[in-house]
């Protein structure tokens, strides 16, 4: 029989287990610094002309990076300080993505300094690591934004070479790969690629046999390109099941990423929603003063206190490398990915005409939200993933 | 201030002093409230040592793992969750000689004289009425949704002093002795076939002037404080994960494959993620008060728990296939403590009802979330400035 006694020993069992799931004074500090930053320098006016861009001006915000990178040192928070990081845990990284979040800001921090660097660390690969964290270069992993943890890796790009005259220990590849976010201004591209056995490589992005093109997308304060291969110079950096822990590893840190990043927007979207409809007034009330309002925007901010445990709890498990990882990251994933779908589709509803404007910064949120709700894994594919982690089998 | 291993060391000590393998009971726990650590955040005198309330995990644990009887809190849920707090806070130093130390123990139960069958949701509106006589009050009313009426000693009661003033401002709070002449307890029976709460009917019921708590007229304000720890009492709990009762539907799942469908386990999916980022959340909420940064995140919780119980357990009837036709027992028992996992799936899907009901409705929360969260304004009031007299009933 259960005793009460068993009840409450369980229930402080499971709270002793638990990681710190509030913001530590330092992860508060990085996220105010942030914060002041992107209020001065990704205002919604910065940020909307990039929603139509076309031919070159498609791509991040360079010098909004440098300052994100250098001079706040946010490119490097996951790089060891033996290799000029700041030797930070992935709760900073994930304190970060959520501030980018909220201003849908157009760098390639998720990208290059969490699922690039994530690869590179678990590949044992250093010798990039000083230049990524000073934000002198950025990386991305060639890999469609879809693919979500558990994915098979990538066979679109294989060996082609070794030329005669290549270095040693240098390769060729071939093929291509659609849809890479943050690889438009990336300097390198470390892809994965088919071959005895398969493994991840390094390549420069601007090196002969490498070929990028813009993708018109849904999302475009995230661009993606379609990347080609024509036997390009390659460098292995991983192979073999080396490879595979490198490649996952990155996919995890990249829902986990993505996830913070969701709960930023659904942050955003709930503040912008709720300062509206205190404002706006039709029959002669704020609209916000409607229950018919009211009672969805209390729901909205009740999930939003949800996905922030739910987000908190995966940053956690990243940075003490906790067992739970897999079960945290497709948790948080599933979790905060419908949540900001909805927060956004609320805020454009509930701003009414002038929400469906181009002018108005609703449509941005709305469509990171939709682009995120894909990238890295859906919800559907994330609850697939907990019904194997958590043995809940399908009919 | 106090460490875990001063408690420790504290515990240690009275166990020397009181062995629990023979100490008589109540003797034990009287001995521990005198020693101040029955609850370790109340002050010196009143059970406790003003100790952060983060300790008292601590203390429990301490006892617990020396065998130590302890004062079954789930018999006093309504005393120790609310009326306790309240005496603590509006109670004068009498009162809470008086109170809290039987209170503590479980010698005397509690309960909560507040809702009426007019007074819902709009509590300020309630109709009791108590009318001054000599040292005492007079009070003439019925109360309804009252759990442990038929056991309790003592009732924390709402009751209006002055109908001539808008409505919050004529309400009073008192303590009522339920054993007095003129309280009328009877079972309120519930869709579920049980009767777990109670009807009270009071009539030319007697209350002293000094069973009074709080000001004459200041019954709303005091009543709001014993709410707030009503919600926190309800949606603050800690448990392992599938620990509630989304571990019941899923060891089903497991259980019986021969059950299982496509639809049925998306539904699933949903609810265990959904149940797990609950529990995560109210970790992080313990998190937050033991860090002394309480925040209206209870709110959240207990719109949660309702929703996920009632979705959970409405599953869960489904799961059980023609077997969710039968239901145990519909003879009307008389539970001491509210039962959200015991029973068959029927009962569990019926008693869940309750829950976006009791402590606040989800609907009433969301207002409250609305306007003290979000900062929206309220509905037009009609009837805020209007002397209570005059609402139309």
Known sequence: MTTTADIEGAEQAAADRTPDLLYTETETELRDSVRSLLAARCRPEDVLPRADATGDTVGGDTQLWQALAADLGCAGLLVPEDDDGAGATFREAATVAEELGRSVAPVPYLGSAIVATMALLSAGAHQQLPELARGDVTAALAAGFATAPGDEFPRTARLSGPRSGDSHGGARLRGEVRGVADALDADLLLVPADGVPHALYLVGARTEGVHRTPVSSLDMTRPLCDIEFTDAEARLVASGPAADQAFQLALLAAAAGLAAEQLGVAEKCLEMTVAYVKERRQFARPVGSFQGLKHRLADLWVSITQARAAARYAAACLAEGNDDTPVAVALAKAHCGDVAVHAAEECVQMHGGIGFTWEHPAHLYLKRAKADSIGFGTADHHRAALAALVNLPGA | ?393
């Not at chain 2, 240690?12 to 101040?36: I, V």
């Open chain 2, 1 to 393: 201030m106090l460490t875990p291993a001063d408690i420790q060391g504290k515990v240690k000590e009275f166990l020397a002093a009181h062995d629990p393998n023979t100490t008589e009971r109540l003797e034990f726990l009287r001995a521990r409230y005198d020693a101040g650590l029955a609850w370790v955040h109340y002050p010196e005198g009143r059970g406790g040592l003003g100790a952060p309330r983060a300790l008292q995990t601590v203390t429990d644990q301490a006892f617990r793992a020396a065998g130590a009887p302890d004062n079954d809190p789930a018999n006093n849920v309504i005393g120790l969750g609310m009326a306790a707090p309240t005496i603590l806070t509006f109670g004068s130093a009498e009162q809470q000689e008086r109170w809290l130390r039987p209170l503590w123990t479980g010698e005397e139960i509690w309960c909560q004289l507040f809702s009426e069958p007019g007074a819902g949701s709009d509590l300020a509106s309630l109709a009791t009425r108590a009318v001054r006589d000599g040292d005492d009050w007079i009070l003439n009313g019925q109360k309804v949704w009252t759990s442990l009426a038929h056991q309790a000693r003592w009732a924390i009661l709402v009751a209006r002093t002055d109908p001539s003033v808008p409505k919050h401002q004529g309400l009073s709070y008192f303590v009522c002795d339920m054993t007095g002449p003129g309280v009328d307890v009877r079972p309120l029976r519930q869709l579920t076939g049980e009767a777990e709460f109670n009807e009270v009917f009071l009539t030319d019921v007697r209350i002293p002037d000094s069973a009074r708590i709080g000001q004459v007229g200041d019954g709303w304000k005091v009543a709001q404080g014993t709410l707030m720890n009503e919600r926190v009492a309800i949606g603050g709990a800690g448990m392992p994960r599938e620990g509630g009762m989304i571990g019941l539907v899923a060891r089903t799942w497991r259980e019986h494959p021969e059950r299982r469908s496509p639809g049925l386990h998306d539904r699933l999916l949903r609810l265990w993620a959904d149940a797990e980022v609950a529990r995560l959340a109210s970790l992080r909420l313990r998190q937050q008060l033991a860090a002394g940064q309480p925040g209206p995140e209870g709110s959240a919780a207990k719109v949660t728990f309702a929703r996920l119980n009632q979705e959970i357990s409405g599953l869960d009837v489904e799961l059980a296939g023609a077997d969710g036709l039968r239901y145990g027992d519909w003879s009307m028992r008389r539970p001491a403590h509210a039962e959200f996992l015991g029973r068959d799936p029927g009962f569990r899907y019926l008693r869940a009802k309750g829950n976006s009901i009791e402590g606040g409705t989800s609907e009433v929360l969301r207002n409250i979330i609305a306007e003290r969260v979000l900062g929206l304004p309220s509905e037009p009031r009609v009837d805020k400035d209007v002397p209570w007299k005059d609402l139309p009933r």
